[in-house]
């Protein structure tokens, strides 16, 4: 059984920066993908960024410059440092860990930024 616990969301004023983090346990595979996902109110959830466990990342284009993805894979664990955060960026930020075909969902942590 595979668990993924987000903590770092809150609330911060335009401009400034957060830090999620994302903690996996339970067995799992040394070669994966972890992800950060965000969902709006009324939105599709869409992927904010992704890191293989060898160190390859891709981003969505409305985060690319603002926001870093890093891992710690000794502590099977994903971080999502987010920069110049604007109220778009209001969300409910979900990890993701993928070990092939397998998909796995930590809980959500809201991210809200104010205007």
């Known amino acids: 059984q595979v668990q993924l616990v987000e903590s770092g969301g809150g609330l911060v004023q335009a401009g400034g920066s957060l830090r999620l983090s994302c903690a996996a346990s339970?067995?799992?595979?040394?070669?994966?993908?972890m992800a950060w996902y965000r969902q709006a109110p009324g939105k599709q959830r869409e992927l904010v960024a992704a890191?293989?466990?060898?160190?390859?990342?891709n981003y969505a284009d409305s985060v690319k410059g603002r926001f870093t993805i890093s891992r710690d894979n000794a502590k099977n664990a994903v971080y999502l440092q987010m920069g110049s955060l604007k109220p778009e960026d209001t969300a409910v930020y979900y990890c993701?860990?993928?070990?092939?075909?397998?998909?796995?969902w930590g809980q959500g942590t809201q991210v809200t930024v104010s205007s």
């Open positions: 993701n860990l993928r070990i092939r075909l397998s998909n796995y």
């Open positions: 339970g067995s799992i595979f040394s070669a994966n993908i």
């Open positions: 890191m293989t466990s060898g160190g390859n990342t």
